[in-house]
């Protein structure tokens, strides 16, 4: 193969060279003439049709060639319409148009490419590259496949998958990178050099062009030989007038979006700023202690980031497609998250799988007592007593025939369920009343200190299961006062009792009988617990009207208390940040 620029070439390109947008402006006004007699002649070569040809000499065939003509994103100039010379004048032998095969003619006169040298170009289903594979070796091409096929990887048409602002290839790895109004598209453009100049090994080039603004969003083309290490040398090629476009946003766009955001005021910015999510780091890192078959594959995901998305979860109550579909629409939940626009967003199987292993690991209780750790060495210890209850929490209704839920609440599972109907019935949840109306799923214990209303101990059984029965397993040995409030459902003379002889001085309302009713001093007493108690009430109308309700839509018991156990945390984070909120001094009066 002989590289292009040892061929004697013809027709070369006048270059002008510009660095900056006041220098182009001057270029303009010297070649208002010249542009004006560009115009007539190009509409001298129209004639009318739909579609023309215009005989010429093509750069890339280094032959006579003609070009085909089209209206295809036409546009007014002067109430004439008028082709897009710049894309739809084609070559019909190569293929190329305007606009590509001036960059094929700069990277030729600029950069000298030797058959033999390695280039990366980042478009891999265009004529463009199926020209440069024909004149060298070490081409490697991409398209950016967002999360469809792995990065690196490619899919079965062979078209490989990379995103410019993380790079799979090594460093050092090209001597040439060519990408032609593609970074336009990137948001994070610096991230993007950064890592096309870490493939480049020293002394190499990358030759890319970007749609740039002067008074207009359509005036040019910025075409950019930048040295690695070197200087950046610009060479301007127009625009036609009233080319479309799409306008990108930019980082600082982007900003000022996420600012008007804060002045609303995102309670995600505060969230994500003043709790120490490294804190959970060292339990996370387990979820990844797996044996893997090979080295081979995408790198895990960040344990900490997945963590932050199942607290969004839980504080939206938001399925796992639906949470995908908010991180990928929601600037507050990137922002909160970390992730820029062109980042990859986990997947809703991802973040079932990490909720997954977070069961199989049972690490909920462990990161729900790290952070409880974390509020006494911030000074929020347990205070002042504590307050027990119990709230249901619904599941999805299981359509089951009387005989299928006799046998389920006896601990058996119907023989003719075959294995993937037992994978989607739920044989843990079980049926209650209460006030009159039937609900289905599971109960969330709860014990709560008296002073900051925070969440110390959590337990979740069936919605069957009386409230008394958890009592003892969620008591709060450690909370530095001996008061316990409680409704009248778990009072007994036998919870009495164990109360007294283990030095906890017990407010639990009593209860009256249809025979006996209360009397007015017991009425009383009640109503003076109930003060206290109904503190623990606040949480769970938080958890029913801030959170998004108390319902999850997962299977089996050891799933749901993964569930109901973030949905706690995430209300002790939350409660934290209220209790560490800064208090406004009132103004003084004069």
């Known amino acids: 193969?002989?590289?292009?620029?040892?061929?004697?070439?013809?027709?070369?390109?006048?270059?002008?060279?510009i660095a900056t947008f006041r220098e182009h402006e001057r270029y303009l006004a010297r070649m208002?003439?010249?542009?004006?007699?560009?115009?007539?002649?190009?509409?001298?070569?129209?004639?009318?049709?739909?579609?023309?040809?215009?005989?010429?000499?093509?750069?890339?065939?280094?032959?006579?060639?003609?070009?085909?003509?089209?209206?295809?994103?036409?546009?007014?100039?002067?109430?004439?319409?008028?082709?897009?010379?710049?894309?739809?004048?084609?070559?019909?032998?190569?293929?190329?148009?305007?606009?590509?095969?001036?960059?094929?003619?700069?990277?030729?006169?600029?950069?000298?490419?030797?058959?033999?040298?390695?280039?990366?170009?980042?478009?891999?289903?265009?004529?463009?590259?199926?020209?440069?594979?024909?004149?060298?070796?070490?081409?490697?091409?991409?398209?950016?496949?967002?999360?469809?096929?792995?990065?690196?990887?490619?899919?079965?048409?062979?078209?490989?998958?990379?995103?410019?602002?993380?790079?799979?290839?090594?460093?050092?790895?090209?001597?040439?990178?060519?990408?032609?109004?593609?970074l336009e598209h990137i948001p994070d453009y610096r991230a993007a050099f950064s890592e096309i100049f870490r493939c480049l090994c020293p002394g190499g080039a990358l030759l890319f062009s970007v749609p740039f603004r002067l008074d207009s969003p359509h005036k040019g083309t910025l075409k950019n030989c930048a040295k690695a290490r070197g200087s950046v040398n610009f060479e301007c090629v127009r625009h036609q007038r009233g080319e479309r476009t799409m306008p990108q946003p930019s980082s600082i766009d982007i900003d000022r979006r996420l600012e008007s955001i804060s002045r609303m005021g995102d309670p995600l910015?505060?969230?994500a700023a003043e709790i120490p999510w490294e804190l959970f780091r060292p339990l996370l890192e387990k979820v990844h202690e797996k044996e893997r078959k090979s080295a081979a594959g995408r790198k895990p995901l960040d344990v900490v980031l997945m963590f932050k998305i199942l607290i969004l979860q839980s504080l939206y109550n938001l399925a796992d497609e639906a949470i995908e579909y908010q991180i990928r629409d929601r600037l507050s939940f990137m922002r909160f998250l970390g992730l820029q626009l062109c980042d990859n967003v986990p997947d809703c199987t991802t973040v079932w799988r990490f909720r997954e292993r977070l069961k199989e690991l049972e690490l909920i209780k462990p990161l729900f007592d790290r952070f409880g750790d974390y509020l006494a060495q911030a000074g929020l210890q347990a205070r002042n007593g504590q307050i027990i209850d119990a709230s249901i929490v619904r599941a999805p209704i299981q359509r089951n025939s009387r005989d299928e839920n006799r046998r389920i609440n006896a601990g058996e599972v119907p023989e003719d369920w075959d294995e993937h109907k037992r994978r989607q019935k739920d044989t843990d949840a079980r049926w209650t009343k209460k006030h009159?109306?039937?609900?289905?799923?599971?109960?969330?214990?709860?014990?709560?200190?008296?002073?900051?209303?925070?969440?110390?101990?959590?337990?979740?059984?069936?919605?069957?299961?009386h409230d008394s029965q958890v009592f003892d397993d969620i008591i709060d040995p450690e909370n530095a006062d001996p008061q316990v409030w409680a409704d009248s459902a778990y009072r007994s003379e036998a919870t009495e009792a164990a109360l007294s002889g283990a030095g906890y001085e017990s407010h639990i309302c009593e209860k009256g009988q249809s025979n006996q009713p209360l009397s007015d001093e017991q009425q009383a007493a009640n109503r003076r617990r109930s003060k206290v108690r109904s503190r623990v009430e606040h949480i769970f109308g938080f958890q029913q009207n801030s959170m998004g309700g108390k319902l999850i839509r997962t299977i089996g018991k050891a799933r749901a208390e993964v569930t109901i156990g973030?949905?706690?945390?995430?209300?002790?984070?939350?409660?934290?940040?209220?209790?560490?909120?800064?208090?406004?001094a009132a103004p003084a009066l004069a």
């Open 566 to 584: 973030c949905m706690n945390l995430t209300y002790n984070l939350m409660r934290y940040l209220q209790l560490t909120k800064p208090k406004v």
């Open 269 to 271: 910015e505060r969230l």
């Open 32 to 182: 208002a003439g010249r542009l004006t007699q560009q115009r007539e002649e190009e509409r001298s070569l129209m004639n009318g049709r739909e579609s023309f040809p215009v005989p010429g000499y093509c750069y890339a065939c280094q032959r006579p060639s003609v070009f085909s003509v089209d209206f295809q994103d036409a546009y007014e100039v002067d109430g004439v319409l008028t082709p897009n010379w710049r894309e739809r004048l084609i070559c019909s032998h190569c293929g190329l148009n305007n606009r590509i095969r001036a960059a094929v003619q700069i990277f030729d006169v600029e950069c000298k490419p030797q058959a033999t040298d390695s280039i990366y170009i980042t478009e891999q289903t265009t004529p463009l590259f199926a020209w440069l594979r024909n004149r060298y070796q070490n081409l490697v091409a991409s398209e950016y496949l967002r999360d469809w096929v792995e990065p690196g990887t490619s899919n079965a048409q062979g078209v490989r998958n990379e995103d410019l602002t993380n790079l799979t290839f090594s460093g050092r790895s090209f001597n040439y990178v060519l990408s032609f109004d593609v």
């Open 436 to 465: 009159g109306k039937s609900y289905f799923g599971y109960k969330n214990h709860i014990d709560v200190d008296a002073e900051h209303k925070l969440i110390r101990d959590d337990e979740t059984t069936a919605a069957n299961v």
């Open 1 to 17: 193969m002989t590289p292009p620029h040892a061929t004697n070439r013809q027709n070369s390109l006048d270059f002008t060279r």
